[in-house]
């Protein structure tokens, strides 16, 4: 992925600075805890109050940024930023040319360990999420990190295209970006409110399936944004999409359920399945036609 040399989005809020900081994750605690929250549908309120406990000691350090980041931390910062910046300028552009209205960019904060966000605290065993309340994304880049080295995400060494230089996988983080900023748009055009009422009213069956048709369109949402950012920068280099696919794959519900207990529940499903998720990023990247992201109507 070509992401150097480009504009730096303003809106990145680093907190990694001196933040109290969670104890030792191991990767299997790491899972455990993300498929609780991201997968399995757990109240994001009621994982954020669980954390409470280890959260309390959070101080006002919080809020700075790193004061001398070591060249992996600053260039996770640029990174971001540079990804960010791109979902700014592709999405000013296509809400522009395809619903006729002008787009709001989201904050994206940095954080290491534990952060306090207008949804609650929160800490990075929940990995990447956004919070509608406060209207940001909030991700520990450490999680990038696990995501290539431990989650088996991309990245393989024994792949000859994947290691080409040492960003192998930058692709698939780029995905979990731009899949949260989804949410954002969701939020923005009043779908999140909408899906948020109708599941008050339903079933835990059918909250959980709205919970999917959201998640789907967020990833169609990420694949339009690649379309478009692609015909603007010519970011994407051979082995790329398949960054993406895999990561969408391994984010599956019935993978990460198979995972962690060896079957699955597909009326817990709160994501979609593997296919499902590489299905959907892929309508988006194919087409770039948000409407084509109906997934609520379209059906799964």
């Known amino acids: 992925m070509r992401w ?3 504009r730096v989005s303003s809106n990145v809020e680093d907190r990694r600075g001196g933040g109290a900081k969670a104890g030792g994750i191991s990767i299997l605690g790491l899972i455990v805890a993300f498929v609780a929250w991201k ?6 309120q009621q994982a954020y109050q669980a954390t409470k406990q280890v959260t309390q000691g959070v101080s006002s350090a919080e809020m700075r940024g790193l004061e001398n980041p070591t060249p992996e931390q600053q260039e996770a910062i640029d990174f971001v930023g540079t990804v960010l910046a791109d979902t700014e300028d592709t999405w000013s552009q296509v809400f522009q040319q395809q619903l006729n209205q002008q787009y ?3 904050k994206l904060v940095l954080f290491n360990g534990v952060v306090n966000s207008g949804c609650g605290a929160a800490q990075s065993a929940m990995g990447p999420f956004y919070c509608p309340a406060d209207q940001k994304v909030y991700i520990d880049t450490t999680f990038f990190r696990d995501m290539r080295s431990q989650m088996g995400i991309s990245g393989e060494q024994n792949s000859t295209e994947l290691s080409r230089n040492d960003q192998a996988g ?5 995905y979990v970006v731009a899949h949260e900023v989804g949410h954002h748009i969701q939020t923005i055009l009043g779908i999140s409110s909408q899906v948020q009422q109708a599941r008050q009213q339903a079933t ?3 909250a959980n399936q709205l919970s999917v048709y959201q998640e789907l369109q967020a990833d169609c949402l990420a ?8 015909e603007r920068t010519q970011f994407l280099e051979q082995g790329d999409v398949q960054e993406a696919m895999d990561a969408a794959h391994k984010i599956g519900d019935d993978y990460l359920q198979k995972k962690a207990q060896g079957h699955v529940v597909p009326d817990s499903f709160t994501h979609g399945t593997s296919a499902q998720r590489v299905q959907w990023f892929n309508i988006g990247l194919k087409s770039g036609q948000m409407a084509d992201c109906d997934t609520f109507n379209k059906g799964i």
């Open 104 to 106: 709001t960019a989201p």
């Open 223 to 230: 694949g339009v944004w690649a379309y478009h950012n692609h």
């Open 204 to 206: 835990k069956v059918q």
């Open 4 to 6: 150097k040399g480009r």
């Open 170 to 174: 930058d692709f698939a983080q780029a």
């Open 39 to 44: 997968f399995f549908g757990v109240d994001p």
